[in-house]
């Protein structure tokens, strides 16, 4: 399996709902990432976990929560959102590989609609 | 700051002709360089790196440490080229993938 699955692929959701993004990977990769990205525009990195814990941040507002339960799965966890947050967020994972870093390998996404 | 500047938001080619799509960076490192693509209705996905000196697909890029730039080059485009086009860089011995404002390349028949 060399693909990274995202669930769900859409979702809309109210300002008062609590939700979650999901994503697989089974390619032995220990490094996964949360990005976010507009319309035209680049994936903006999120949050980034290395062996199963968070080594990045950016400075992300806490009604996203993401957690790593396993080396395969990565989840987001969302509450309180806002209409601004509308964006499709990207999953993606690579290999840790010592001196260079490996590519990144992106699932579809899931396309969130916050209403 | 690092950054990542891809000047051109639409690059337009005649099929058979040669296409460069441009990527500077500002970083006072040694760089690692990527080249992702996203073809329509397909995930994000690498398409080279620097360390590689690969072609893939025909398509090459070069890092100019003195010109800070890592443009992609095509001697002869095709209608399969056309895509959204993304430089990244990551600074040596971080997880920090910063990307470019993309470069979408439409290849005309």
């Not at chain 1, 968070?54 to 959102?81: D, G, K, M």
């Not at chain 2, 100019?64 to 959204?84: I, R, V, W, Y």
Request: glycine residues 6%; aromatic residues 12%; contains cysteine.
């Amino acid at each position: 399996d060399t693909e990274v699955t995202q669930t769900p692929k859409h979702l809309v959701m109210g300002m008062t709902n609590k939700k979650s993004l999901k994503c697989e990977q089974h390619m032995g990769h220990r490094a996964m990432y949360w990005y976010k990205q507009k319309a035209k525009k680049p994936p903006e990195l999120m949050f980034v976990y290395s062996y199963e814990k968070l080594s990045i941040n950016e400075s992300v507002p806490s009604r996203f929560s993401p957690e790593c339960p396993n080396s395969s799965l990565l989840n987001l966890h969302l509450h309180a959102l806002q209409p601004e947050d509308s964006a499709l967020y990207l999953c993606a994972s690579s290999q840790n590989s010592g001196s260079y870093n490996s590519p990144l390998h992106f699932g579809n996404g899931t396309r969130l609609t916050v209403t | 700051a690092q950054r990542v500047t891809q000047p051109e938001k639409l690059l337009s080619v005649f099929k058979g002709a040669p296409v460069e799509l441009k990527c500077n960076y500002s970083y006072s490192g040694s760089p690692e360089l990527f080249w992702y693509v996203q073809y329509s209705r397909q995930r994000l996905q690498l398409l080279l790196r620097h360390i590689s000196r690969e072609s893939i697909k025909g398509f090459t890029a070069d890092l100019n440490k003195g010109e800070t730039s890592f443009h992609l080059k095509k001697p002869f485009a095709q209608e399969e080229d056309s895509a959204m086009y993304y430089c990244a860089l990551v600074p040596s011995g971080t997880y920090k993938y910063i990307f470019g404002t993309g470069t979408r390349l439409k290849v005309l028949a």
